[in-house]
Each structure stands twice: as C-alpha cells, then as structure tokens.
C-alpha cells in the first residue's frame, strides 16, 4: 500500500512545484518585459547601428552586389562601372542618391558632389556608348583614384566597421589597413578623455564634499540626523534642468555671486563663471552630491563609533585613529559612491550643454547631435557603444580592485 502511494506522492509535489515556479515567474515577468523593452532592446539596437549600414545596398542594389564579389585588389572590373552606370541615373531620379552619398562623404571628403554630379550628368544624357571607365572619368577624374573604389566597396556591405572606428579616430585606407585619421580629423578620442577627466574631476569634488557631510548625518542625533537628510534628499524634487538653469543665474556676469564679489571688493569686474569648465564642474557636483552621500551614509550607519574610542583609549591620535580604523570601514561606500557618480557623469548631457561652452561638451552631447540634427544613426550608436564599453570597463575594474582587496559595494 505504501509503495503504492509513493508515486502520487511523488505525481503531487511535482506539481506542487511547479505550480510555484509558475506562480514566481509569473511575478517575475512584468519586470522581465519592462526590462526587455526599455533597457535590453534599446542597448541591443544601438550595438546593432553601430555595424548595421545598408544605405548603399538599398540605394544601389547591383552595384553593390558587384562591388562585394570584388576582391578589392588593383582596378574594379569592368562589371563594376557598367552596374554603377545602369543603377546611378536611376536613383538619382528616384532621389535615392542622397543617403549613400552622404554615408561616403563621412568616409572621402567630396564624395557626396561626385556621386550626386555623377548622378545628374547620367540622368540628363542619354545612354553613353563606349568603355564604362572612360565614360565615368570623362564624367569626373576622381572615378579612376582607387582609394574611391575601396571606399565604394566598403560601404557595399551591410555589416561594417566604419562607424566604431570612426568613434575611435581611426578609418581603412584604400588597402583596408586600419590607420588614424589626420590630426586635424581627429576629435573623438579627446571627447572621450574630456569625458572622463570630467566624469573623475566631479567625482572627485563630490568625494571631498559628500564625506564629511554623510559623517556628521551618520553619527549625528536621529532628530537632527533626519532633518539633514531631508535637506540632502530634497534636490530630487526639483527637476534636473531647473536646478542646471538655476546655476545659469546665479553664475552669471550679472547673477548674485558675481553682485556679492563685486560688492565686497574681491575683484574689480565679473568673473567668468559659466559657459566653462567651472561652470560644468560647480553644476555637475551639485546635482551629483547626493548620490554620493546616500552609499557613504549607509555605510558608516553600520560603523560601530566603540571603535574610534577604543583607538583614543589606546593612545592613538584623533588623525591616526581616523586613517587607520574609521576610513578602511567606509571604503565600501568610498567604491561604491564613487562608481555610482562616476558612471552618471560620463553619461551626462543637459548639464554640460547648458552650462558648459564649446570645449566642455562630453560624448552624450555628440550622441545627441548625430542622432538630431545630422541624422547619423551609426556613428551615434558607435559613440554609444563606445560610452558602453568605457562604464563596462570601469565597472569591471572596480570589481577585481574591490575582489582582490577584500572591499565590497556597500
């Protein structure tokens, strides 16, 4: 009987089981969705941007065709021309030109007129008799420099490099070696270290600022303590670009710290607080600060103050007791504070945008430029993916710094 009984037993727990698995993942999946739909799609289209680039097989589809199952060595054959001159003239009329000859200005300077000039002048004369390659060098001389052809035949294929390297200032000459592009052309590598000069810089200041202020909220009297953290916590009510408009007046030629400089004599004329670094920093570590106080807060809560005693008991300066017991204790919100902060700064936009000029604007404001205005979705994913790479790399850093001197995130 017993033996029996075991298998429905056994029948009744599986279902059991499973019927709270169903019932947790049925909990767990609205996140799961909000997740997918606003955070891993998002990511995964921009990666996907980055080395996505059909313009000119959607423009040109048997050129382009052609021009992959070319080898890319010496002159493109003669199938080449004769499918540029069967398909450009068509395009053009059907104003489909216009994108793959912006896609190859980004790669040769002038590329843009010559396909475009290239496109009207086959479009406004009738069918031309003769060797392809003559008749499109009687058209434009720049048809018979390979680096044109190379350029033509990389952008043939929908999965390319072109836009990642660009990110980083480097480019595939006519040989499709990878080397840096001209200095005069050369602008993304130094955004991105402005990037995390800024980035560390606020950090920095938030540190300096945000640790003696989340001592005095940890160790002070609940009554106090709790009033304090309130002032600290109130920011978080007002929108992020009034606060950012609010350093716009107040640092400006004109605002109130200029009028109170002015009026107690320390300079003669207004100083030039805004639309520049200070401005960025000062605006930056303001709305910053407070996620650097909330990880050191936590953190020193748990701090038991018998410690710092027991260090003044024995003989140990206050200094010494500091460095030696309290500090090693806050290193988990120190790390965790500082990655927090870190990792907003660099990908911050309206800030810097608003209060910073020309040379202070980070690699978001360039996200946002090629996404708007020029409508340069590749190069804006590679400069994503780039800012991506950088937080993953922080990040992964940070664990094997915090892993192999025993400090975990707070």
């Known amino acids: 009987m017993a033996d029996a009984a075991a298998p429905a037993l056994k029948a009744r727990l599986r279902r059991a089981e499973r019927g709270r698995t169903l019932r947790a993942l049925a909990l767990v999946a609205p996140l799961a969705l909000f997740l997918l739909f606003t955070f891993f799609a998002p990511i995964g289209q921009m990666l996907f941007r980055a080395v996505h680039d059909p313009v000119l097989s959607d423009a040109l589809p048997e050129s382009a065709a052609v021009l992959r199952a070319w080898d890319g060595i010496g002159a493109p054959p003669e199938r080449v021309h004769q499918a540029l001159l069967r398909e450009v003239p068509e395009a053009f009329r059907a104003r489909r030109l216009a994108a793959p000859a912006q896609r190859l200005n980004h790669e040769i300077s002038g590329f843009r007129s010559l396909l475009l000039s290239t496109g009207r002048a086959l479009a406004a004369a009738p069918a031309r008799e003769g060797d392809p390659r003559a008749v499109l060098g009687s058209i434009d001389p720049r048809w018979q420099d390979p680096a044109h052809w190379a350029a033509l035949r990389r952008a043939a294929f929908t999965v390319t490099d072109f836009y990642l390297l660009s990110a980083l200032d480097l480019r595939r ?122 990880p050191l807060y936590s953190v020193m809560k748990t ?108």
């Open 173 to 294: 000459n006519e040989h499709g070696w990878v080397t840096a592009v001209p200095p005069e052309e050369a602008v993304f590598v130094s955004i991105l270290a402005r990037t995390l000069t800024i980035s560390a810089v606020v950090t920095l200041i938030c540190l300096v600022l945000g640790y003696p202020l989340a001592y005095v909220v940890a160790t002070a009297p609940a009554r106090i303590g709790n009033m304090l953290m309130i002032l600290i916590l109130l920011p978080f009510w007002t929108s992020l670009l009034v606060r950012t408009s609010a350093w716009v007046v107040l640092l400006q030629n004109e605002g109130i710290v200029n009028g109170l400089l002015l009026a107690s004599g320390l300079v003669d004329q207004p100083v030039q607080m805004i639309f520049n670094r200070f401005g960025v920093y000062v605006a930056m570590s303001h709305v910053l600060l407070p996620f650097m106080i909330l």
């Open 303 to 410: 701090i038991n103050p018998a410690t710092m005693r027991a260090a003044s008991s024995l003989g140990a300066p206050p200094i010494t007791a500091f460095l030696r017991v309290y500090l090693p204790q806050s290193l988990p919100g120190i790390g965790a504070g500082g990655l927090l902060v870190f990792i907003l700064a660099i990908g911050y936009y309206i800030t810097p945008a608003l209060v910073g000029g020309a040379n202070d604007q980070m690699v978001s404001y360039f996200i946002a430029f090629y996404t708007n205005r020029t409508i340069n979705w590749g190069l804006a994913g590679a400069l994503a993916t780039l800012l991506l790479a950088a937080t993953a790399v922080l990040y992964a850093v940070y664990v094997r710094i915090a892993g192999a001197t025993g400090v975990r995130m707070g």
